[in-house]
């Protein structure tokens, strides 16, 4: 079946410093979700990604879709204690389900 | 205000029980779905409805059961055939459109002892 990887796993930053997790799918995506998942909270959405080679912007985090809607990317900049908690994407591959990547879990240190 | 509830926050249940995991939405949405998240792992579907009546297995349905009687609810069971059911479960609901956000609700943490 169609599976979605996500890296790194986790990660353990000290405040200020960058953070990307990349998201790569075994098949071609129609588009692409972020969500965040705070410790003991629930996903909540992010942003969502149509276009070949698409980048978006939100405060410091950019995201990005490849060329092949194969993959895509997450980048925070100067990371703060408030983006503590697991990001995911979640692609839609046109069979009205959406495939939930494995997440990557960021601790953030003061 | 509107939203997704999912009751109880908590469940625990003695091996052998079937359980049934509540789900509601007031945001007039036409799909609802219902996750499984193990600690540390990412969310894997379990059922999804697109429509009142209608509903499809996802990629773990074994040992699950489903009703969508009406819009708003989304009920999900537990039943004892299900080998492994202590997990976060997590209920969402979309307008059902492919390229729609899905909205979660608060989750219920089972543990079966």
């Known amino acids: 079946g169609q599976q979605v990887m996500q890296i790194p796993q986790y990660q353990h930053v000290q405040e200020g410093e960058d953070f990307t997790t990349y998201c790569n799918s075994s098949?071609?995506?129609?588009?692409i979700q972020w969500y965040k998942q705070r410790p003991g909270g629930h996903p909540v959405f992010l942003i969502q990604l149509v276009k070949s080679g698409e980048v978006k912007k939100q405060k410091r985090l950019t995201f990005q879709f490849g060329e092949a809607k194969k993959n895509s990317s997450l980048h925070i900049t100067a990371t703060q204690t408030t983006d503590v908690g697991t990001y995911f994407c979640a692609g839609y591959t046109g069979f009205q389900k959406l495939v939930f990547g494995t997440g990557t879990r960021l601790l953030v240190s003061p | 205000d509107g939203g997704i509830t999912q009751s109880p926050k908590y469940l625990f249940r003695k091996e052998g029980q079937n359980v049934t995991l509540s789900c509601e939405q007031n945001l007039n949405h036409d799909a609802m779905y219902w996750y499984r998240q193990d600690p540390g792992q990412g969310l894997r579907l379990i059922y999804y409805s697109q429509i009142v009546n209608d509903f499809q297995k996802g990629d773990i349905a074994e040992g699950y059961s489903v009703s969508r009687e009406k819009k708003e609810s989304f009920p999900l069971t537990v039943t004892s055939a299900q080998k492994n059911p202590t997990a976060f479960y997590l209920c969402?609901?979309?307008?059902?459109?492919?390229?729609?956000?899905?909205?979660f609700g608060p989750g219920t943490r089972l543990t079966v002892l």
């Open positions: 969402a609901s979309s307008t059902g459109g492919a390229a729609d956000t899905q909205y």
């Open positions: 098949t071609t995506l129609s588009n």
